[in-house]
């Protein structure tokens, strides 16, 4: 699987697997049809949300939360249940060996009753056993928020470059004033300008075009507003980081972020795996230039300003 699967939990990764899986299923049966061995809408609707449970549990890299898992298949079950009602036809089909079952008129249907209904109170009551039961186990490792980064970082972004980074000298190379060389002032020069004005200097346009990079990839989790309050921000425990509070960007330094973007979750230290961070890496899907310009634009959108080594 980990050649298969890019690392990292894209939503448009998600969609583009399971809308090919479905099509699958749905090439499959048209062809069971043909040789008049189709399979019935019951059957498919099962299949097809099993096949999703597979994916979102064993091909997704790395894995995801069970939150965000049971929050895919929720929105996967009410996607199923929309398809098999889309006409009387299909409604009826579907929910035929569901009554059936009920009336259980034949053998097979009666037999299929009983265990059913053994069976689902049973899960029921294994499942809340096992969510509500103490959990006595003491803490992995010792919580930090910011953990202790390297020395230094190699990156090896999705173009294939591979370059490495001193983070104590290290700087963005996109944070340069109007002569083009590097400034810790140009952001408090330009923080109230507008990045869309047709003549924004080169600093601005580095943000429009991080800000850009942010809105496609990143505030799904972390919001429009950067607020940690994305989409699917509550299917993750803990949240993803809200950069608008002065705890999080605003004591670091843009290097520390450019290490902790490009390796994720997958490349938090021994002394942070608490935390979970379910951050994919996104070296390997942005390029260095492209993280660079991103972090650009939370610094500068937040108003906040990166900590120096001085």
């Not at 186990?137 to 980064?149: D, F, G, K, N, W």
């Not at 060389?181 to 990045?195: A, I, L, M, R, T």
Request: aromatic share 16%.
């Amino acid at each position: 699987m980990e050649k298969f699967w890019i690392h990292g939990i894209m939503p448009i990764q998600l969609l583009l697997v399971l809308v090919f899986t479905m099509i699958l299923f749905v090439s499959v049966n048209y062809y069971l049809k043909k040789i008049g061995k189709g399979i019935t809408k019951f059957g498919q609707a099962i299949l097809i949300w099993l096949a999703a449970i597979f994916i979102f549990k064993f091909i997704v890299v790395p894995p995801l939360p069970s939150a965000l898992v049971y929050t895919f298949m929720g929105l996967m079950s009410i996607v199923i249940f929309i398809l098999v009602s889309a006409d009387e036809q299909s409604w009826e089909e579907f929910k035929r060996p569901i009554l059936n079952t009920l009336r259980s008129e034949t053998g097979v249907y009666k037999n299929a009753r009983i265990v059913t209904f053994a069976a689902l109170p049973l899960l029921a009551g294994i499942g809340t056993y096992d969510f509500l039961k103490p959990k006595f186990e003491e803490p992995i490792e010792l919580r930090t928020v910011h953990p202790a980064p390297p020395a230094a970082v190699d990156i090896e972004t999705v173009d294939g470059k591979k370059q490495k980074f001193t983070l104590q000298t290290a700087r963005n190379p996109f944070r340069i004033d109007d002569k083009g060389g590097y400034s810790d002032e140009v952001q408090v020069k330009y923080q109230n300008g507008n990045p869309w004005e047709k003549d924004a200097p080169q600093y601005l346009q580095y943000v429009r075009e991080g800000g850009a990079i942010f809105f496609q990839n990143c505030h799904f989790c972390h919001g429009d507003n950067l607020n940690g309050r994305g989409m699917f921000a509550f299917a993750f425990n803990p949240i993803p980081a809200n950069f608008t509070d002065a705890g999080t960007i605003a004591q670091l330094q843009e290097t520390f972020v450019l290490w902790r973007v490009s390796k994720g979750g997958p490349g938090l230290p021994r002394e942070g795996f608490p935390w979970a961070s379910a951050m994919p890496p996104w070296e390997q899907h942005l390029t260095t230039d492209e993280i660079w310009k991103v972090i650009l634009f939370e610094y500068w959108h937040t108003g906040y300003y990166p900590r120096t080594w001085d």
